[in-house]
């Protein structure tokens, strides 16, 4: 089912409606973690309860700029800094990988939303259509494959 994402209150719709549409897992793929973008406290709740959801709970991101994403002190970092386990953040190292303007966002019910451009809130959406998100989390596996852990964004144990 089409879901609108034509303007920044749309895509945010289909932000949340995704994140509520996820049983156990979500892949996020941003070149960077902006402003207000998934850190509203109604997201936070859909991604703190998806990491908590039990053994098979897996939220994966891919982040060009976690550095920008920690100085910035977005709340999803936060949120990935006390769940290690179930909620994991890379970063792309190959030239191909960190030329990749666009951001998707995947849950394991078959949604996406997709931004061609990330820094512009407009793009398409869908839930439940695994065809038209296999694309997506074809690239994203491969991405997440060849990328590193973003081990600046790590709790230090003191």
Do not use: C, K
Request: glycine share 8%; hydrophobic share 45%; aromatic share 6%.
């Amino acid at each position: 089912m089409p879901l609108p994402a034509g303007d920044r209150t749309e895509v945010a719709a289909a932000r949340l409606h995704l994140l509520r549409a996820a049983r156990h897992r979500l892949d996020l793929y941003l070149p960077q973690l902006a402003g207000g973008d998934y850190g509203s406290a109604e997201e936070l709740a859909q991604w703190r309860r998806v990491a908590t959801s039990g053994r098979g709970a897996q939220i994966r991101i891919l982040l060009h700029d976690p550095a920008g994403a920690l100085r910035d002190g977005h709340r999803l970092v936060a949120l990935a800094q006390r769940l290690p386990s179930a909620l994991q953040i890379r970063v792309p190292v190959e030239d191909a990988d960190l030329a990749y303007a666009s951001a998707y966002l995947l849950n394991d019910a078959g949604g996406y939303l997709f931004l061609p451009e990330a820094t512009r809130p407009q793009g398409r959406a869908a839930d439940g259509d695994r065809a038209a998100q296999a694309p997506l989390r074809q690239h994203f596996e491969e991405v997440w494959e060849r990328s590193m852990r973003a081990t600046m964004l790590q709790p230090l144990d003191l």
